[in-house]
């Protein structure tokens, strides 16, 4: 009988089809699992079905004869060693499709609220200050007439933009090598960021995106620009994006990553008053959740059952 371990807690629809494929030994608690319990875990499983918080690397691989599939709940896999994967032979799969419009959506309600000034607005509604209605009380930032530029033309890139003429919005997409499309209106990164009043972020985390977003495009972008966040933390540097908000160069950022997750009202950017932070929510919808856990189990029972899985990551 195949062992499958499960790092969280998922829906049940999912945990269901697990059990009719093997032995489950599932992490019952909502904390990341501890990384010595995985690594022994993993040493007598034959699957392994991971969140984006569990470090899989070759120490890992190398200590587990019996493991066939890492199947990761997420579109990332930056926390797994694909190369010591593929040198022991272990598939690694991803979920891919299923949380692209969820993503989308929460990308547009953090612009949104963020040009609209809705949290300060709130929290001073909450705090007594809106005593009397005045012509510069609350003053936000309209989304149309404005232009939107993506950085990513891939499915949660084109999801946003596909949303952008509902607001009245232009579209312009950085014509970068690794995500050129012939659909992309690309422009040179110099002229793209002088035109687009918000920069949304859909790029996968890979050595050359870390860091991408870096002091040079602040200097760059249209002075009192937006940026939007929703991919990876590492892609932007956060050193210069503070820097950037403190000088008064760019309006302000919406961030629902960061470098180091979690965290909390102690990070610079989260606390920062021009900083709208949420907690890595993109997919956070009933409907999304179910879905990706059933689209890792998919791909768990393709391995298993000697089958191809359909969002093989590290396929030769």
């Given amino acids: 009988m195949s062992r499958i371990i499960v790092t969280r807690r998922i829906h049940a629809d999912a945990l269901e089809k697990l059990r009719a494929l093997g032995e489950l030994i599932l992490w019952e608690t909502d904390t990341p699992i501890d990384p010595n319990t995985l690594a022994s875990w993993l040493q007598d499983a034959d699957a392994c079905l991971s969140m984006l918080t569990d470090r899989i ?106 949303r952008a003429p509902a607001f009245g919005m232009r579209v312009v997409a950085l014509n970068r090598q690794t995500t050129r499309t012939t659909e992309s209106p690309g422009l040179p990164l110099e002229e793209f960021l002088a035109v687009a009043d918000a920069v949304s972020i859909h790029v996968p985390l890979t050595p050359e995106t870390r860091g991408l977003v870096n002091e040079q495009w602040f200097s760059l972008m249209k002075p009192g620009a937006f940026v939007i966040n929703t991919a990876r933390g590492p892609i932007i540097d956060e050193a210069a994006l503070l820097a950037a908000l403190n000088q008064g160069r760019i309006g302000g950022a919406a961030l629902d990553v960061f470098h180091s997750e979690p965290a909390d009202g102690s990070h610079p950017l989260a606390s920062h008053p021009k900083v709208l932070a949420t907690p890595h929510i993109g997919s956070a919808t009933h409907e999304t959740r179910r879905a990706m856990a059933l689209r890792a189990v998919a791909n768990i029972a393709a391995v298993l059952q000697g089958a191809t899985p359909p969002d093989w990551v590290n396929r030769p």
């Fill in 57 to 162: 690397g070759a120490q890992e691989f190398a200590s587990a004869p019996r493991l066939k599939v890492v199947s990761n709940m997420a579109v990332g896999y930056d926390n797994i060693d694909l190369d010591a994967a593929t040198r022991q032979g272990v598939v690694i799969t991803n979920t891919p499709d299923v949380l692209t419009e969820a993503t989308a959506e929460l990308t547009w309600a953090l612009m949104l609220a963020l040009m609209r000034q809705l949290i300060p607005a709130r929290e001073a509604l909450l705090a007594g200050q809106w005593r009397h209605w005045k012509p510069d009380g609350f003053l936000g930032t309209e989304l149309y007439g404005k232009t939107l530029g993506i950085v990513g033309w891939g499915r949660i890139g084109q999801a946003v933009a596909r």
